[in-house]
C-alpha cells in the first residue's frame, strides 16, 4: 500500500467537528478556538516493547494512543477537540491500519474528538498523538495548587493495568498466580491495561473545586511526587484506603496489591487535592444517589466500552492528605511508613524486561 492510500484509510475515520475550518488534506489544520477560552495541547508517544507489547491489538493500541493524551486533558480541566497523529511503520500495512483506527475513532468519537492531521513515516512500530482542547481562560487544573490541610483524591481504582502488565510480560517479576493461563486471567485487568478510560467528564468537573490533579500514569508516588514538588508540600497516602478492584483483590496478595496500587503505573485515573471546605462542592458534582458521606465512594461499576468519556463519573475515594513538608509517604494502619523500591516508572532509568 502506497503512503497516500494510507493516508486515505487514516482519513475515512477522521471524524468531523464544526469548528474544523480545515482539516487533513493541507500543510496544517485551521481551527476555530472559542472565545474566552484557552487552548490547551499534550503529546505523547507510544512505542512497541516499552509502552505496549509486540503482538497487541491494533485495536487496543489505537485506542490507548489517544486515551493517554486525552487523560491529560482531563487532568488540566480541559474538553477535548482535536487530536493529530503521527504513526510509524515498519510497513505500509491496511490490516494494522484500519484496526488501529477502529480503536482510535471508537475513542475519538465517544469524546468527541476530530483527528484533523498528523504524519505516516515508514521504521519501528512507533505512534505519536497529540491532542488538543479548551478550557475556560483562567480555569485550567493545574499540578501547583496544593495547600497542607487539603484532602487527596482519586478516581477509579489502582494496580489493575500493573498486574495486567507483569501477567503478560514474557519475562520479569510475576504475580504469585504465575503459571495460570491467560484463559483464567481476569479480562477486567487487561481491558484497564489495554483500554484506559480518560476522565474527562470529572476533569471538567473539578474546575474550582480542586487546587491540584494529575493523571495516573508512571504510578501513584511518582505521580503525586509531581504534585508534592510543584506545590511545595508534602502528601501522606494511607495504604488500607487505596481503591483496588475485585479482581484485583482476587488475584494478589496484599503486599504485592499495594506494590502495583502504589508504584504501578498505566491506570490513568485522576488524583486530585480538595481543600476540606470544598468537600460539599465535591460531592455536589456527583448524581444524589451517588453522593454519601466522606470518603466519597459514589459509583457502582460502569457499563460499556467508554463508560465515563464524558457523562459518567468513576467512584472517586479519599486516599490521604497534604501536609507540610515534602515527598510522598504511604503509611500503614500504624502510621508507619511502607517502602518501595521505587516511585513508579522513569524512562531512561527503567528498563522493560
Known sequence: MAEFDLIARLTARAGARGDVALGIGDDAALLEVPAGEQLVACCDALNEGVHFLPGTDPADIGWKA????LSDLAA???????????????????????????????????????????????????????????????????????RPGDAVFVSGTLG???????HLRPMGPRHPGEGRSDDDFPMSLRDRLHRPTPRIALGQALRGVANAVIDVSDGLLADLGHIARASGVGI?????????????????????????????????????????????????????????????????????????????????????????????????????????????????????P
Open 236 to 352: 501522606e497516602l494511607d495504604a488500607e484506603a487505596l481503591p483496588a478492584s475485585a479482581a484485583l483483590r482476587t488475584l494478589l496478595d496484599p503486599a504485592e496489591r499495594l506494590r502495583c496500587q502504589a508504584t504501578g503505573g498505566d491506570d490513568y485515573e485522576l488524583v486530585f487535592t480538595v481543600p476540606s471546605e470544598r468537600w460539599e462542592t465535591l460531592r455536589a458534582i456527583f448524581p444524589p444517589e451517588f453522593r454519601g458521606a466522606l470518603p466519597i465512594t459514589p459509583s457502582p461499576p460502569l457499563a460499556g466500552e467508554w463508560a465515563g468519556v464524558r457523562g459518567a463519573f468513576p467512584a472517586v475515594t479519599r486516599i490521604g492528605r497534604v501536609v507540610a513538608g515534602e515527598g510522598v509517604r504511604v503509611l500503614d494502619a500504624d502510621g508507619v511508613p511502607v517502602d518501595f523500591d521505587r516511585a513508579g516508572w522513569e524512562h531512561f532509568m527503567d528498563k522493560v
Open 66 to 69: 489517544l486515551a493517554v493524551n
Open 76 to 146: 488540566m480541566g480541559a474538553r477535548p477537540a482535536w487530536a493529530l497523529l503521527s504513526l510509524t511503520l515498519p510497513r505500509a500495512d491496511a490490516d494494522f491500519v484500519d484496526a488501529f483506527m477502529r480503536g482510535f475513532s471508537a475513542l475519538a468519537d465517544a469524546a468527541g474528538t476530530a483527528l484533523v492531521g498528523g504524519d505516516t513515516t515508514s521504521g519501528p512500530l512507533s505512534i505519536c498523538v497529540t491532542a488538543l482542547g479548551c478550557v475556560p481562560r483562567g480555569q485550567a487544573l493545574t499540578r501547583a495548587g496544593a
Open 160 to 166: 489493575d493495568a500493573s498486574a495486567a502488565l507483569e
